[in-house]
């Protein structure tokens, strides 16, 4: 089966300090894996996504990603947290269909505090 | 260029009423979705298209229905609304196989619905 986890409910970092959100992924064959932020009463936006090459993915506001095949993770990173960073994260893997469908977590709170 | 684009932004149904969530893409995309975003439950699919005139279900279908007359329009109908309707619906896009980012989703803003 096809499946995010994203074990954390709520994640607390002070600003400044370096941020990670953990994210757990299963599927079969080689994952298509994306990190998207929701910022209050918003839409999705996406941050970055691993599709193959490198195990560390660089994307948008500083974030960066690094795919680790042997554990099943694809965890999301940022050397140096921002309180304008505070908002809800998504994982998702491409799951397969032929639409592109996207199987998300439940999501991360990145709680920020100066 | 405006991407994802959602009406009404909020709405207050009465159970049993019937209303249609609109949504527009500006980007040429293929495929569209409907989700619906419950707390603590990440985004669940409702429908999707691959093209114009070619609609199919996601994963929680029952109690909406969908309609692709062109390629950037995609409504969402709720039939008969109902409490468990309550939910923030939220559509995307996507180039679709075969581009560089085909597989890339993006969002509009969302439409919060409550049924009473």
């Known amino acids: 089966a096809q499946s995010v986890a994203q074990p954390e409910d709520q994640v607390n970092v002070a600003e400044g300090n370096p941020l990670t959100v953990k994210c757990t992924y299963s599927v079969s064959g080689n994952p298509y894996l994306f990190w998207y932020v929701q910022y209050p009463n918003r839409g999705l936006q996406f941050l970055l996504k691993y599709i193959t090459g490198d195990n560390l993915v660089k994307g948008s506001y500083g974030f960066e990603a690094e795919f680790n095949k042997s554990q099943t993770s694809f965890h999301l990173k940022k050397p140096s947290a921002l309180v304008s960073d505070s908002a809800l994260y998504f994982c998702?893997?491409?799951?397969?269909?032929?639409?592109?469908?996207?199987?998300f977590g439940a999501g991360t709170r990145l709680a920020v505090h100066p | 260029n405006a991407g994802v684009t959602q009406t009404p932004k909020f709405r207050i149904l009465k159970i049993g009423q019937s209303m249609t969530l609109q949504c527009t893409q500006d980007m040429n995309h293929n495929y569209m979705y409907w989700y619906r975003q419950d707390p603590g439950m990440g985004l669940k699919l409702i429908y999707y298209s691959v093209g114009a005139g070619i609609t199919d279900k996601g994963e929680v279908p029952n109690g909406y229905n969908v309609s692709r007359s062109t390629t950037e329009d995609f409504p969402l109908r709720l039939e008969l609304a109902a409490p468990s309707q309550t939910s923030v619906y939220f559509c995307?896009?996507?180039?679709?196989?075969?581009?560089?980012?085909?597989?890339?989703?993006?969002f509009g803003p969302g439409t919060r619905l409550t049924v009473l």
């Open positions: 995307a896009s996507s180039y679709g196989t075969g581009h560089g980012d085909g597989d890339t989703q993006y």
């Open positions: 998702a893997v491409r799951g397969w269909g032929g639409y592109n469908k996207l199987i």
